[in-house]
């Protein structure tokens, strides 16, 4: 059975900027007609960091931009939830410190107000990774010093508590949900640490990547878990590497792409894979072996791929171009339009048909 | 004041170096820019000093006297502001030359890759020229794809109500960069439109006339001055503008427009008609004849006037025959009826113009470059070759001097002249190394000795070309710029000679305190196969994390540089501080790091230690906590297994072995063997031994730590061989 949903080749919009894109989001919308998307922007001629949000017209293909937000350093991450109807932009910079911008009610694409926690409170050195609890007030924050810190977003400021600190002995470079209680993170040597709150101290089970002896471990750069199966965390990192890390197997990760992955699996890329999303929009092929089988993923590059691959399937090309892609998003609520930063100052946003 | 050299302050070395100087110096080239800086010191300024800093920018550092020590100045010392210099030309800002610096990458490299296949098939098929028939196509393809990034030609679709009144259509403003592109595009890289190649020229001029109105009047300034009364102009044939504007666009082929405005004419008005026939009829002649003026090229675009002829027999024959009737209708008798003067004295002006009376020609054009265009279309439409056409061009200039040359102009004498480095000169001057890095390639086109010119390796640059250099120097502008590093090898490694050696450099110059730059680094040196230099940069990145404390991140790198030496250094700060910490309680932290050491001895230099050393810790815990004389052998394995092992360093012997006490005193029965107690007891003697060397770290341990371990072991392996 092949994967239908992906026959029609998509359509694709360049939208050219004249700033770097650090990262890209879709803002949760309000309504159909709103399609809004956040982007974390440096400009090198005035050396000034900002996160913008636009509004994206498909005909003619045109981003409008909507607000500004000046931010003191550039962005090392930015995520994009909702909270009592409010689309709100969780922002962590190079500096250290982590902004909180929330849209209005009426005028989403305006973030007026913002909630800040300044460097070095949290973190030495930059921040790696922010992630905002599903439909939660609270972020963990993981940081190239081995700090994992919990931010709590309140009314009127922000609180933290620092769950763990490796005083650099372990650096953290990505961070996800999986469920109010616990979180996955990611770093060097392939390795992930899965955490929970109610057992603080240490995480819960670790994990190090070292299928292959002829190359070395590299970054895990990213890293997504389902809803529907919080025992499966999906990394991607160095080398084209996609894998994914079932809690319930701890000591036998499925490789899904990259070095080492075996003659059946064809790779997409071979470089960084620097963003890792489940796809919800590629229906599976494997309708019937639901429970083992991992779901549609989509990965973007820093050879210009993006592409969803799925376990023992040849992947689909999206998208490839001359120059890296950075980051991507998939919207929530229409996961048939992806967005994502090009190297070379330029977005690219996909439809599918 | 310091910093502005003042040619009046030191008149002693003045003669002196005017006569030394090796590049004569012309300052009326450019007018210097005066860049204000704020640095809010209070005078006196006593030092400036200014040094590049990144790209485009001067770092200039302003420094006062150092005060008196008395005074209660509480004023800063100095400070350093940057300056942004603009790059001087205000056509292109900065994100645009970026977008077409992006932009070009693609076209670029695929010619490269393509130049090296047929270079290598010329190879094999033995073939006398490296570039076979087709080559040019592929030039012509890449010259597509650069004009593109210059500017969209797309001119907006006309408006569905014309307004007669609008002469000129509103277009983009056309750009210089996208005209020097062109001109070198017609000229080198498409074949394909050598025979109406004058025809390409008018087209030329009528899209870039504007350009030119910036140094001198032109037939285009001259048309929106004439647009703009046009609204105003009650009786528009009584007005001698009207047909100095119409000759004018005649003599550079605009046809479609002075047919347009042949139009407004007003003899054409419904109750004019009946009384001005013969007018009417005159004006509706020359217009006519206009229309259907003989031009050898393909095709002429939707909308656009005029016959067109492909074959050169056929355009000569019709060329006769039109001019024929032109001949005829200026000797009509018709004229003497006409009794509007303006009218009749316009219209047989613009009859001259189309039978190539010279000095009508030359009356109604302004600039050179237009008078040099009327030349093809009406005096000599049958001129072949770049000579001829550069002789005339120099009559043209001579009948019409300039005040001051357009960059354009210049190159356009290049192309004619054919002067290889005029043009690149002027390119250069004009437009940057990016026009150079990238015209070079149309240039080696053009024909055999410019490419030879080009392509000749020189003594005096260094053993590298002409072409080799300017890529080197285009390479070096994107080198500099934080956003545009990334795509400055494409163009160095097609440099054959120094291209290798500068990407390595840039390379080892970029900054690694980023993961994601020093990620993006890594992967150009995979692409290159630059393994020594990619496992130096990983080094370099070790060495800065680790002692930025991130201690984990530090090791990584080392790991993936397989660098023993500073892994077996770092391995030595790393025990002293596991001496003091591992405790069950740190063991948490160091986990991470454990886990990411591995236990295999490769690439750790010696780290594997902790590995082992954290196995052993478990399993003795186990035995504290009450458990089997199984678990106590498995605690005996992993001892021995430490303290055989090379890298377990000397001064955690000690403290290994009293940590293991109750192993050694275990009660059921002995644990180790006798050849086991013997290693135990040769270690133990040794370091005796190294105690006598000055280096020698003393454990912190109680006192009689030694002695009760000599004596847990002497017991141990009188036990062990009664036993056995």
Known sequence: MAITALSEPPQIHRLRQSKYIDAVRWLPPLSALDRLAVIAVFDSDSDSAAIETHSFAPDPENLTQQSQWFSPSRISSLKTSQSHHKPFVAAATLAGSIHILFGDSMDPASLESELLMPEKALHEGPISCVDIMDGGVECVSVGEDGRVNLVSVGESELSYQRIFDSSGLVSFTTAKWASPSEFATGGYGFSLQWWDQRKPGAAVSQFKGSWSQRTTPGIVHSIDIHPSRKHTCLAGGSLGTVFAWDLRWPQQPILLSGVGAGETTHSPCESEVWEVHFDHYAKSSNVGNVSSRILPTMICSEDGILAVVEQGEEPVELLAEPCAINSFDIDRQYPSDVICSLEWESIAILTRS | ?724
């Open chain 2, 1 to 724: 004041m310091p910093g502005v050299a003042s040619g009046s302050g030191d008149t002693r070395g003045a003669s002196g170096s005017n006569d030394s100087s090796l590049v004569p110096y012309l300052p009326e080239l450019r007018q210097p820019v005066v860049y204000s800086l704020h640095h809010g010191l209070k005078p006196p300024i006593g030092r400036l000093s200014i040094s590049w800093s990144r790209g485009n920018n001067l770092r200039v550092s302003v420094l006062r006297p150092p005060s008196a020590e008395d005074s209660d100045d509480v004023e800063v010392g100095g400070r350093v502001v940057e300056v942004r210099l603009s790059n001087g030309d205000g056509e292109t800002g900065d994100a645009k030359w970026r977008r077409i610096a992006y932009g070009s990458v693609p076209p670029f490299a695929l010619l490269q890759s393509r130049r090296s296949s047929v270079a290598s098939l010329s190879k094999m098929s033995m073939s006398p020229s490296p570039y076979n028939i087709d080559w040019w196509e592929y030039v012509m393809e890449y010259s597509k794809d650069i004009n593109s990034l210059l500017g969209d030609s797309k001119a907006p679709p006309n408006p569905v109500i014309d307004d007669p009144k609008t002469v000129l259509r509103n277009v983009e403003e056309p750009t210089s960069l996208k005209a020097a592109w062109e001109l070198m595009e017609m000229f080198y890289a498409d074949k394909q439109c050598q025979s109406w190649l004058l025809e390409r020229l008018v087209d030329w001029l009528a899209d870039y006339d504007s350009l030119l109105s910036s140094t001198q009047p032109t037939v285009h300034s001259k048309l929106v001055d004439f647009q703009n009364e046009l609204v105003g102009l009650q009786v528009i044939e009584d007005n001698p503008k009207y047909w100095e504007v119409l000759s004018s666009a005649l003599a550079v082929g605009w046809i479609e427009i002075v047919v347009k405005m042949l139009r407004l004419h007003g003899s054409y008005q419904f109750h004019q008609l009946g009384n001005r026939e013969i007018e009417n009829g005159l004006v509706e002649t020359v217009s006519f004849l206009i229309s259907k003026m003989p031009r050898m090229r393909p095709e002429v675009e939707y909308g656009r006037l005029g016959e067109c002829y492909k074959a050169k027999p056929d355009f000569i024959k019709a060329w006769e025959k039109w001019r024929g009737k032109i001949t005829k209708l200026d000797c009509s008798a018709f004229w003497l009826q006409c009794d509007h003067r303006q009218t009749r004295e316009g219209l047989k002006n613009m009859i001259q113009i189309m039978l190539g009376n010279t000095d009508n020609i030359c009356n109604v054009t302004c600039h050179w470059i237009e008078l040099f265009i009327s030349h093809f279309l009406y005096v000599r439409p049958f001129t072949v070759g770049l000579e001829s056409m550069y002789s005339l061009a120099q009559k043209c200039m001579q009948l019409k001097p300039m005040s001051s040359a357009h960059g354009l102009i210049a190159i356009i004498l290049g192309i004619l002249g054919e002067n290889t480095e005029v043009i690149l000169a002027e390119c250069s001057r004009a437009f940057g190394p990016w026009m150079v890095a990238h015209a070079i390639e149309l240039l080696t086109t053009g024909s055999d000795e410019a490419e030879f010119l080009l392509q000749e390796e020189r003594h005096s640059l260094g053993g590298i070309s002409i072409a080799e250099l300017h890529r080197l120097v285009y390479a070096q502008v994107l080198s500099s710029h934080p956003l545009t590093w990334q795509i400055a090898p494409i163009y160095l490694t097609s440099c054959m000679k120094q291209g290798m050696g500068l990407l390595e450099i840039l390379l080892y110059k970029l900054p690694i305190q980023h993961n994601e730059t020093l990620l993006k680094n890594l992967e150009i040196c995979r692409l290159y196969e630059l393994d020594t230099i990619s496992s130096n940069i990983m080094k370099i990145a070790g060495v800065y994390h680790w002692k930025h404390g991130r201690k984990g991140s530090g090791v990584f790198w080392l790991q993936q540089a397989r660098d023993e030496i500073r892994l077996s250094r770092i391995a030595q700060h790393l025990f002293d501080s596991v001496g003091k910490s591992i405790s069950d309680e740190s063991f948490k932290q160091w986990e991470g790091l454990i886990e990411l050491l591995g236990s295999e001895s490769k690439t750790t230099g010696g780290l594997e230690f902790l590995h082992k050393y954290r196995d052993f810790k478990k399993s003795l815990k186990q035995v504290y906590g009450g458990k089997t004389t199984d678990t106590a052998r498995q605690a005996v394995e992993s001892l021995i297994s430490l303290m055989k092992n090379p890298s377990t360093p000397q001064r955690f012997w000690l403290p290994i072995l009293h940590d293991s006490l109750k192993l050694l005193n275990w009660q059921e029965r002995p644990l180790l063997n006798v050849s086991q107690t013997s290693l135990l007891l040769n270690k133990l003697q040794e370091l005796s031994m190294a105690k006598l060397r000055p280096d020698f770290i003393e454990a912190d341990l109680p006192p009689q730590a030694l002695s009760s371990v000599r004596l847990a072991l002497a017991t141990n392996l009188g036990r062990a061989i009664l036993e056995e």
